[in-house]
């Protein structure tokens, strides 16, 4: 059985067993905050879906306002005068055939990545590499476009992927420690929202169950679903 820590026994002796609102808990973590590193702020929504169905999947994306703290490295692989868009508007890796057999070949020194849909026929094979890492390209979240420096922008300024897992529960970043309370209540809100946004038609009863937040080190705090309204 594993031992818990006296500074993490500390911080979770200031939670109080009840729920919080998205701004209370924020400033909370930031309180019981212990650990002497940026540590990142994550949401965990547990959902009353079953992944195993194909119209109860939950996924999309969306721009936190504040951010995630850090500027990602983006790659794209493209053709043509796409190359040069991707440049232009501030790609860190571009190229094509040849960015995709590195790739094949198991580089993956980037935080996303994005194709031009002329480009799948070669990027497709890469499933294998990309898919478990959560970097592979796909329509449903803006990563295969012609439009790159539209999906370059937004991934620069903070735009980030919810999927739910096998499990029924989406885990996301929303921000660093160093963050205000606001920005890191905003960034979590509009998270929420585009969750509520994304609930399956298939979906019957209580859509949300349950949502944490939590440093990469702290207890976990729950938020109040009927100040959220997530019903």
Request: charged content about 30%; aromatic content about 2%; hydrophobic content about 40%.
């Given at each position: 059985m594993s031992k818990v820590g006296k500074k993490y026994e500390a911080a979770k002796k200031q939670i109080e067993p009840r729920p919080y609102t998205v701004a209370d808990a924020m400033g909370l973590l930031k309180?019981?905050?212990?650990?002497?590193f940026n540590e990142t702020i994550e949401v965990h929504m547990r959902l009353g879906v079953d992944p195993k169905h194909a119209d109860q999947m939950v996924r999309g994306t969306v721009v936190l306002p504040h951010?995630?703290?850090?500027?990602?490295?983006?790659?794209?692989?493209?053709?043509?005068?796409?190359?040069?868009?991707?440049?232009?508007?501030?790609?860190?890796?571009?190229?094509?055939?040849?960015?995709v057999e590195k790739i094949a070949g198991g580089w993956t020194d980037f935080d996303a990545c994005i194709a031009?849909?002329?480009m799948m026929r070669s990027v497709g094979r890469l499933g294998k590499v990309l898919?478990?890492?959560?970097?592979?390209?796909?329509?449903?979240?803006?990563?295969?476009?012609?439009?790159v420096a539209k999906a370059i922008k937004e991934v620069k300024a903070g735009k980030v992927e919810f999927r739910v897992d096998n499990t029924g529960i989406i885990h996301v970043p929303v921000g660093k420690i160093e963050f205000s309370k606001d920005q890191l209540s905003e960034n979590a809100q509009t998270l929420?929202?585009?969750?509520?946004?994304?609930?399956?038609?298939?979906?019957?009863?209580?859509y949300v169950k349950r949502i944490t937040i939590?440093?990469?080190?702290?207890?976990?705090?729950?938020?109040?679903?009927?100040?959220?309204?997530?019903?």
């Open positions: 309180k019981v905050h212990f650990a002497k951010g995630l703290g850090k500027s990602k490295k983006v790659c794209v692989i493209a053709s043509g005068d796409k190359i040069r868009e991707a440049e232009t508007a501030g790609a860190d890796i571009v190229g094509g055939e040849d960015i031009t849909p002329d898919g478990p890492r959560g970097l592979m390209p796909n329509p449903k979240t803006g990563s295969v476009t012609f439009d929420i929202d585009s969750v509520m946004k994304a609930r399956p038609a298939a979906v019957k009863g209580r939590a440093s990469t080190m702290s207890p976990g705090i729950d938020l109040d679903l009927v100040a959220l309204d997530a019903k």
